[in-house]
């Protein structure tokens, strides 16, 4: 069974830093493109970062230079480094994974709450 479960989110006052992580089974391998996405009340869920191939990433505009997506293929995990949060980057984080020819695998989500 495909899943992803993501953790590590939680409440910090801005300026800190947290980091994301999101366990895929049954393994990382599986998944061509992986990625970080933020949705807010009343927004649609839009892309944080990802890889778009071996070794590149993308960043939104908004983290560019704050946030750092990674991966470790023996854990299976992808990694979500965000230093100096700002409150507008509030939000239920999601991780996803596509596959060739199958719908994005989404993850439950994890709350990060950035105070001001």
């Known amino acids: 069974q495909v899943q992803l479960v993501e953790s590590g989110g939680g409440l910090v006052q801005a300026g800190g830093s947290l980091r994301l992580s999101c366990v895929a089974s049954?393994?990382?391998?599986?998944?061509?493109?992986m990625g970080w996405y933020r949705q807010s009340p009343g927004n649609q869920r839009d892309l944080v970062a990802g890889?778009?191939?071996?070794?590149?990433?993308n960043y939104a505009d908004s983290v560019q230079g704050r946030f750092t997506i990674s991966r470790d293929n023996a854990k299976n995990t992808v990694y979500l480094q965000m230093n100096d949060l700002k409150p507008e980057d509030t939000g239920v984080y999601y991780c996803?994974?596509?596959?060739?020819?199958?719908?994005?695998?989404w993850g439950q989500g994890t709350q990060v709450t950035v105070s001001s």
């Open positions: 996803r994974g596509d596959r060739p020819f199958d719908r994005p695998s």
């Open positions: 049954p393994s990382i391998s599986i998944f061509r493109e």
């Open positions: 890889f778009i191939g071996p070794g590149r990433a």
